[in-house]
T-cell receptor
Framework: EAGVTQFPSHSVIEKGQTVTLRCDPI?????LYWYRRVMGKEIKFLLH????????ESGMPNNRFLAERTGGTYSTLKVQPAELEDSGVYFC????????????FGQGTRLTVV | AQRVTQPEKLLSVFKGAPVELKCNYS??????LFWYVQYSRQRLQLLLR??SRESIKGFTADLNKGETSFHLKKPFAQEEDSAMYYC???????????FGTGTRLQVTL
């Protein structure tokens, strides 16, 4: 079974540019999460999809971040325009059904804004 | 709000020595606690969860509600245990994981 896949693995962009991260969850997993680890800090929750619906987006830092999950399959996280403080590792995780607490993580996307 | 604290950023031990990675949490309800591990160049993966009460790769962790702790222990460290370890809490009402800052375990010969 394929695991959670994230693209790209690394991205270096200039401040003010736009970047789109992609996450392909495990097939059949309804729950999809985005997390972020900023240098030296804890992994923080960004948002949670159940199928195509945003269940909880309380962790999104500001309106420069936009997440979508059209069709309830893969998800994208767009940062526009990127700022220096957006640098970090962005993790995606999925789990099969509501209330299932075991999350399977992707390898992460390391975003560097210069 | 829930919070997870891992006081040590780095823990360095000799091979064969006992290991204890500390984790404390704060949450008003009944939490579910996890340990996740990230080996070099690999993805974050679940190591163990308190409700399973099992030993994985020789590691155990007991939930102590009185001390609000979930420390990870192993009697004899191995080189392959070197990794980043994250303690995490699942608060059912929030449907998300709250992580600590992580502890890097370094096992040396």
């Amino acid at each position: 079974e394929a695991g959670v896949t994230q693209f790209p693995s690394h991205s270096v962009i200039e401040k003010g540019q736009t970047v789109t991260l992609r996450c392909d969850p495990i097939s059949g997993h309804d729950n999809l999460y985005w997390y972020r680890r900023v240098m030296g800090k804890e992994i923080k929750f960004l948002l949670h999809f159940v199928k195509e619906s945003k269940q909880d987006e309380s962790g999104m830092p500001n309106n420069r971040f936009l997440a979508e999950r059209t069709g309830g399959t893969y998800s994208t996280l767009k940062v526009q325009p990127a700022e220096l403080e957006d640098s970090g590792v962005y993790f995606c995780a999925s789990s099969p059904r509501q209330g299932n607490t075991e999350a399977f993580f992707g390898q992460g996307t390391r975003l560097t804004v210069v | 709000a829930q919070r997870v604290t891992q006081p040590e950023k780095l823990l360095s031990v000799f091979k064969g020595a006992p290991v204890e990675l500390k984790c404390n949490y704060s949450y008003s309800g009944s939490p579910e606690l996890f340990w996740y591990v990230q080996y070099s160049r690999q993805r974050l993966q679940l190591l163990l969860r308190h409700i399973s009460r099992e030993s994985i790769k020789g590691f155990t962790a007991d939930l102590n509600k009185g001390e609000t702790s979930f420390h990870l222990k192993k009697p004899f460290a191995q080189e392959e245990d070197s990794a980043m370890y994250y303690c995490a809490l699942w608060a059912g009402t929030a449907s998300k994981l709250t992580f600590g800052t992580g502890t890097r375990l370094q096992v040396t010969l």
